[in-house]
């Protein structure tokens, strides 16, 4: 079809043509429009050639795409479902007699932890529930003793907390109250917002760790180190804290409503607006520790040592501490009283 048209267009052109023109004029002339008629029509043949093959390359490209995104599905799904299996598995080592089985299952948990954010919470909660269930706090036999070492697979399941780059300001409120934690280390943990009411932490590791908002009502913190410790708006009432070093620690507007704080060191603590109605501060170290809006009411400061110490400023001051309050306590020149005890 193609060739009759490119053969007979120049012919009919040509027919248009004055007669007496030279036979071998025209001749030339339809060679010359069939030449360019066969031009345009490679050209055209060219073009769709070219988009037919741009077309059946997008085509297959789309569906290596598709097939990628397919597989990269199934492995998605693979892995999960391996993972559930992992999950699934070690769980169930932690209910094994045996303390190595046990410690293997919290060292998986653990590693899946470190490396999903989704993991973390949810292993927290099954090493919550696990160390919870496996040292409850019968407080009619616990004794402590300063030479027994902390059970390995309590501190192992202890290390889900201290994964930092998952640390959620906003904790969910675990449940380890009653729970014996003897000499636990707990550094730079987040435990913020968990309920560790009636806990035994004597001689427990803290230092730098989060107990922002945590409720330790009634624990027992004897001995207990906590420096630079974040206990901001924490629950103390009832708690014992004595001997514990507390120093540099952040007690802002913290509850210790009838707590034991003999002999403890707050040494450049942050106690501003602390609650201290009623507590044992016997002997308790208060060097250069900040005490605005702190309430001392009914406290016994027998021996406590304000040197240096910040009770007072143009903005706030340490709430119902009386002259003979004072008088039982040592303080010095650079202790910064309110004008009411001067």
């Known amino acids: 079809m193609a060739s009759i048209v490119i053969w007979k267009i120049p012919q009919v052109q040509t027919s248009k043509l004055p007669r007496n023109l030279a036979k071998a004029k025209k001749l030339d002339l339809e060679n010359k429009t069939r030449v360019t008629l066969v031009m345009l029509f490679i050209g055209f043949v060219l073009v769709i050639f070219l988009f037919f093959t741009w077309r059946q390359i997008f085509i297959i490209e789309n569906q290596i795409t598709s097939n990628q995104v397919y597989q990269q599905k199934q492995l998605s799904l693979i892995q999960k479902g391996q993972q559930m299996v992992l999950i699934t598995n070690a769980v169930d080592q932690l209910s094994n007699d045996q303390l190595s089985v046990r410690l293997g299952g919290i060292n998986v948990l653990v590693s899946l932890a470190k490396v999903s954010k989704k993991d973390h919470a949810q292993v927290m909660k099954v090493l919550a529930t696990y160390v919870k269930s496996r040292f409850p706090l019968d407080k009619k036999k616990v004794e402590f003793n300063s030479n027994k070492k902390v059970p390995a697979d309590m501190q192992a399941a202890m290390e889900v907390f201290k994964i930092k780059k998952w640390i959620n300001k906003k904790n969910e409120a675990l449940d380890l109250s009653n729970t014996n934690f003897q000499k636990v280390d707990l550094t730079e943990a987040n435990l913020s917002n968990f309920n560790l009411e009636g806990a035994d932490l004597r001689g427990a590791i803290l230092s730098g760790a989060n107990f922002k908002r945590v409720n330790l009502e009634n624990a027992n913190l004897h001995g207990a180190e906590l420096f630079k410790t974040n206990l901001e ?88 501490l009386t002259n003979d309050q004072l008088n039982e306590t040592f303080y010095d020149k650079n202790t910064i009283l309110p004008d009411y005890l001067k």
């Open 233 to 320: 708006k924490s629950v103390l009432k009832n708690a014992n804290l004595e001997d514990a070093h507390v120093r540099e620690g952040n007690l802002r507007a913290a509850t210790l409503r009838n707590a034991w704080l003999a002999n403890t060191n707050f040494i450049e603590a942050n106690l501003i607006d602390a609650d201290l109605v009623g507590v044992m501060l016997k002997g308790a170290d208060f060097q250069r520790a900040i005490l605005l809006g702190a309430n001392l009411k009914g406290a016994d400061l027998m021996e406590a040592n304000l040197k240096g110490s910040v009770l007072s400023s143009e903005r706030s001051s340490v709430k119902n």
